[in-house]
């Protein structure tokens, strides 16, 4: 995986967060009014020459995103939300796009962070 990672947030009757592995940039959604959101699933999808992962949320929130490396992982703090109670899905193992491993959890009351561990930088 090369480069740099592409992030879209889109705003439907289910909004959606996609990770692309071309370009990163970040699309914070806050709808006005409202104080929280709901991360009710997270997933992740080989598509053409890229791989999606997919967070669909409920209500209003921001999508902060920095690198780490050693080992390299993409971060992506979901702020404003909270898990549904829906437990987390294990990984499974299969290398995809560059992921080596996706894992998920509430990092702080109202913060959900998704790491995503790639092959490189």
Do not use: C, H, W
């Amino acid at each position: 995986m090369t480069g740099l990672y592409r992030l879209m947030l889109v705003a439907a009757a289910a909004p959606s967060l996609l990770l692309g592995a071309s370009l990163l940039t970040a699309a914070p959604a806050r709808a006005e009014g409202l104080d929280s959101g709901e991360v009710t699933t997270v997933s992740l999808a080989p598509a053409a020459g890229k791989t999606e992962i997919v967070v669909a949320v409920r209500g209003a929130v921001d999508v902060r995103d920095f690198l780490l490396t050693s080992p390299d992982r993409l971060v992506l703090d979901v702020v404003g939300a909270r898990l549904s109670g829906t437990t987390a899905t294990l990984y499974d193992g299969v290398k995809r796009g560059g992921v080596v491993n996706l894992r998920y959890s509430q990092f702080r009351p109202d913060v959900v962070r998704i790491v995503v561990e790639l092959e490189g930088p």
